[in-house]
């Protein structure tokens, strides 16, 4: 069974602050892709990463592929409080048709 | 773009009932996805269609069953609902040309509750 693990859970910062989310899998993804979620809505994809060590930048947003496409990273440069959400990893499988298993998500609060 | 659109938006159903669900796929998109997601849980897979076939499905029980329409438009059915199957039911579509899958595009989702 596929599994992805978040870290943190839960990310309360101050305006300003940098801050990076983990995704961990001991398996490995075809395309490893990172959404963020608001209440009551569905999750909106923020970027998909397919190439092993990729990097992708999407404004104040860094997103990096392991090498060896098992994890990746979202860094955040200068949190604004637009960016309070939850964000959620979501790991597409590297077997036929594309099973797609997603995180517990990491909550982010940023204060004013 | 049109999106994906899902109805209803909210539901309550009682245990032991079936309850449908509806998805209209993002135009040009061929595949979709169905997800749970329980309050402050990431979505869980449940299946996904692709060409109206199943070609993927999670740890869901049979009673989970679902169809794709030939206009790409899709249900979720759910039989002998339990209240453990109150939960945000998310549809999503892709277009998948075989080989990479690029990103879904979510619906607002149906909210279920079970009584």
């Known amino acids: 069974t596929q599994l992805l693990e978040q870290s943190p859970q839960f990310l309360s910062i101050q305006e300003g602050e940098n801050l990076t989310v983990y995704c961990n899998s001991s398996?490995?993804?075809?395309?490893l892709q990172w959404y963020r979620q608001e209440p009551g809505e569905g999750p909106v994809l923020l970027v998909t990463?397919?190439?092993?060590?990729e990097v992708k930048k999407l404004k104040r947003l860094t997103f990096q592929f392991g090498d060896a496409r098992k994890d990746s990273s979202l860094h955040i440069t200068a949190a604004q409080p637009g960016d309070t959400g939850l964000y959620l990893c979501?790991?597409?499988?590297?077997?036929?048709?594309?099973?797609?298993?997603f995180g517990a998500g990491t909550r982010l609060f940023v204060k004013a | 773009e049109t999106g994906v659109t899902q109805s209803p938006t909210h539901l309550i159903k009682t245990r032991g009932q079936q309850v449908t669900l509806r998805c209209s796929s993002q135009?040009?998109?061929?595949?979709v996805s169905w997800y749970q997601q329980a309050l402050g849980q990431g979505p869980q897979f449940i299946f996904q269609?692709?060409?109206?076939?199943?070609?993927g499905r999670g740890n869901f029980p049979p009673r989970f069953s679902g169809l794709q329409f030939p206009n790409y438009s899709s249900e979720l059915n759910v039989n002998a609902l339990e209240l453990d199957d109150s939960a945000l039911y998310l549809c999503?579509?892709?277009?998948?040309?075989?080989?990479?899958?690029?990103?879904?595009?979510f619906g607002s989702g149906t909210r279920l509750t079970v009584v």
């Open positions: 990463v397919v190439t092993g060590g």
């Open positions: 999503a579509s892709s277009s998948w040309t075989g080989r990479i899958n690029y990103g879904y595009t």
């Open positions: 135009s040009g998109h061929n595949t």
């Open positions: 269609y692709y060409r109206e076939e199943e070609n």
């Open positions: 979501a790991g597409v499988g590297n077997t036929g048709g594309f099973k797609t298993i």
């Open positions: 398996s490995v993804f075809s395309s």
